[in-house]
């Protein structure tokens, strides 16, 4: 019984010396997570210290003098000034293709030729009646001139006299009759030889050798004027008034156009003509803009983005889209002042580009505006501002502006760009 008790004693014991055991180790993990805790914040306020004494890296750019393009944007297709379809005029045999597929060809090249060799029997034929009709009016003219000897002399009647000369005349017209005919033998004959009626590209081919083809129902072949082309697109009726003023005072208006991501300059070209209507269900009128087409940058029927540079603001402030700030209250910019330090300043924002815009109020040529890192700062927060160049888009798009996307067919609207 002692030996019992001796035994609970010693169970109790060993209890309470692993609980203690397992406080000290409780605690002293709970010290070591304290004590890690705070090196953290500690090293976090010195880096803090440190980076508010040495400045925040920010990319910056300076507002400037310059011109500005006012354009008005609307949405086109390329439309070639002639396109044509030909047929072949005359039935026959097709014997042969003189033209590749997509080659630029000249006005009044051979592009295909017909079997001539029916029209050229038929000339033949027409010749040789000709020939025996002429015969014949040449002898009756001999007869004339003797029924008019004989009739002078009352050796035949009147009658005999009137008879032969309309034999002649009958002759005449029959001769006249031949050489029509020999005419338009001659004529299909050189249908046969089809040519290009304008100079152009030719496209994919309609009828293989060998085929026999219809007059004025088998197509042939289609082409296209390439240089010069023009370009159809579509402006607000509100802003016809403004384009027209311009026509009417002489002046050349440009016409850029872009691919349908609105990042590649195609062609530069010049206004031609305006539509005489309104189209009333879209309140959108048509223009017309030519384009030399050199480099072949635009293609039949092609979609395109259309700016029309409607006049130019010279010598006004500008200043990089990255640099320009909005919220729900005001725009703005971070304006880094000479101490290196920024401050927000209120602009008024007056024609907008695409990379800057002109600044109508609260910027001064030469002031450093902060166009990336803007989520970092706050007022009078020091910065090391890497300033580029004037014009120069930054790294990437501040991130308190929003871009906005463009619906599948807006109506047309009136935008700028800087003037290159």
């Known amino acids: 019984m002692e030996r019992d008790k001796a035994g609970g004693v010693r169970t109790s014991f060993s209890r309470w010396l692993w609980l203690a055991l397992l406080i000290l180790l409780i605690g002293g993990a709970g010290f070591l997570v304290w ?11 010195k880096q803090k210290a440190e980076a508010k004494t040495a400045g925040i890296d920010v990319v910056a750019a300076a507002a ?3 011109s500005i393009g006012v354009y008005i944007s609307g949405l086109g297709s390329v439309t070639p000034v002639y396109t044509v379809t030909l ?5 026959g045999q097709l014997m042969e293709v003189h033209y590749q597929e997509g080659q630029t060809v000249q006005k009044g090249d051979l592009l295909v030729q017909v079997d001539p060799r029916p029209y050229q029997a038929l000339l033949t034929q027409y010749e040789g009646n000709l020939i025996r ?13 003797r029924y008019r000897t004989l009739w002078a002399r009352n050796a035949i009647p009147q009658q005999e006299l009137a008879t032969q000369e309309a034999l002649v005349k009958q002759y005449v017209g029959v001769v006249e009759s031949d050489q029509g005919q020999i005419a338009t033998a001659k004529l299909d004959i050189e249908y046969c030889h089809v040519t290009a009626p304008i100079t152009g590209k030719v496209g994919l081919r309609l009828v293989d050798p060998g085929n026999v083809v219809s007059a004025n129902s088998t197509a042939l072949l289609v082409i296209t004027q390439i240089q010069p082309i023009t370009v159809v697109f579509t402006i607000g009726e509100d802003q016809l008034q403004s384009v027209v003023q311009k026509m009417r005072a002489g002046r050349k208006l440009e016409v850029d156009a872009y691919d349908r991501a609105q990042k590649t300059k195609l062609a530069q070209g010049t206004l031609e003509t305006i539509d005489n209507q309104i189209d009333p269900t879209t309140g959108t009128v048509k223009l017309r803009a030519g384009f030399d087409n050199k480099n072949e940058t635009l293609f039949p029927d092609q979609f395109t ?16 889209n990255a640099g320009i700030q909005r919220n729900s209250q005001a725009t703005f910019a971070w304006v880094v002042k000479p101490d290196q330090t920024v401050t927000m300043r209120t602009i008024t924002v007056g024609t907008a580009g695409a990379i800057e815009s002109e600044i109508s109020s609260g910027l001064m040529p030469g002031e450093i505006v902060v166009t ?11 910065v090391i501002a890497q300033v580029t160049a004037p014009g120069q888009p930054s790294s990437k798009p501040p991130s308190t502006t929003k871009q906005q996307t463009a619906p599948a067919k807006p109506p047309a609207k009136q935008t700028t760009r800087p003037k290159k």
């Open 64 to 66: 400037h003098k310059g």
């Open 305 to 320: 983005n259309v700016q029309l540079l409607l006049e130019e603001k010279r010598n006004v402030t500008l200043a990089p």
């Open 372 to 382: 990336d890192g803007v989520d970092r700062l706050q007022e009078g927060a020091k």
């Open 35 to 45: 004590r890690h805790h705070e090196a953290a914040a500690a090293a976090a306020a």
């Open 87 to 91: 047929n072949s005029v005359i039935s």
């Open 133 to 145: 009709d002429q015969a014949f009016l040449d002898n009756a003219r001999i007869d004339l001139d």
